[in-house]
């Protein structure tokens, strides 16, 4: 059974960086589809990006375009968001989701593989 952990989550100040890992273990990802998602308090669950893995082609949602990248590493079992001039209105918790096939979907309720999330705070 395929089992996602997340980490890299942490307090950066605004304008800085954090990269955030989504490792596999259990199966391979090279079935999958992998996203990002967030959720703020109060708020729902909202898609930030995915890649696929066959072919690496990636979407992201508009609030993120320009500063987030979502990459892979076949060797490793991972993927990575790398978020770059984050903002005050980036923190949440950041889950990753792995959905069977090479189709990428924004909607959460495609994926069915989730991992505990990671915490990212942005400070002003």
């Known amino acids: 059974q395929l089992q996602l952990v997340e980490s890299g989550g942490g307090l950066v100040q605004a304008g800085g960086s954090l990269r955030l890992s989504c490792a596999a273990s259990?199966?391979?990802?090279?079935?999958?589809?992998v996203g990002w998602f967030r959720q703020a308090p109060g708020k729902e669950r909202e898609f930030v990006a995915a890649?696929?893995?066959?072919?690496?082609?990636?979407r992201y949602a508009d609030s993120v375009k320009g500063r987030f990248t979502i990459s892979r590493d076949n060797a490793e079992n991972t993927v990575y968001l790398q978020m770059n001039s984050l903002k005050p209105e980036d923190p949440a918790v950041y889950y990753c989701?792995?959905?069977?096939?090479?189709?990428?979907?924004?909607?959460?309720?495609?994926?069915?593989?989730w991992g505990q999330g990671t915490h990212v705070t942005v400070s002003s």
């Open positions: 259990g199966r391979t990802f090279n079935t999958y589809t």
């Open positions: 890649i696929t893995w066959s072919r690496g082609g990636t």
């Open positions: 989701a792995a959905r069977s096939g090479s189709a990428i979907s924004i909607q959460k309720n495609a994926y069915d593989c």
